[in-house]
């Protein structure tokens, strides 16, 4: 049996459009769902930064043209968007997240812990050997 899928090709000529080289923010993850809870003026004033590891002394993050650690003040975790204030970094607004990955906290208080946020796809590894 042999299947006709040419309809859902492009047309001819389509190919030949320029692409578009993603945004330095694109290719750390930026998406329309981030860009709904800011407007431009927001943008300008607070750029969008990504935290890509969280320490105990502070928040390593990246962004457009900056890549630095800010002290620890918003509860972010890895993966989440700041809107980066350059006067007072630890004043940044956390966005929104679009999935989050937490746990329970060791103790007795029973608090969440933050694994990751904003998570678009996940790959779980295991052994296939005896100690599965």
Do not use: C
Not at 11 to 17: E, F, T, Y
Not at 25 to 38: D, M, R, V
Not at 46 to 59: D, I, N, Q, Y
């Amino acid at each position: 049996m042999t299947r006709d899928y040419t309809q859902l090709l492009s047309p001819s000529g389509a190919d030949k459009l320029p692409k578009r080289e993603p945004s330095p923010t694109e290719k750390l993850g930026w998406k329309s769902f981030f860009s709904q809870q800011t407007g431009i003026d927001d943008m300008t004033d607070m750029p969008p930064v990504r935290v890509v590891e969280v320490h105990r002394t502070g928040l390593y993050i990246l962004g457009e043209g900056l890549d630095t650690v800010i002290p620890p003040g918003p509860e972010a975790t890895v993966g989440d968007w700041l809107l980066y204030d350059q006067h007072h970094p630890s004043d940044s607004k956390v966005l929104d997240r679009s999935s989050v990955f937490e746990r329970r906290a060791l103790g007795s208080d029973r608090k969440l812990q933050l694994i990751a946020a904003n998570v678009d796809m996940v790959f779980i590894v295991s052994s296939y050997n005896r100690d599965f």
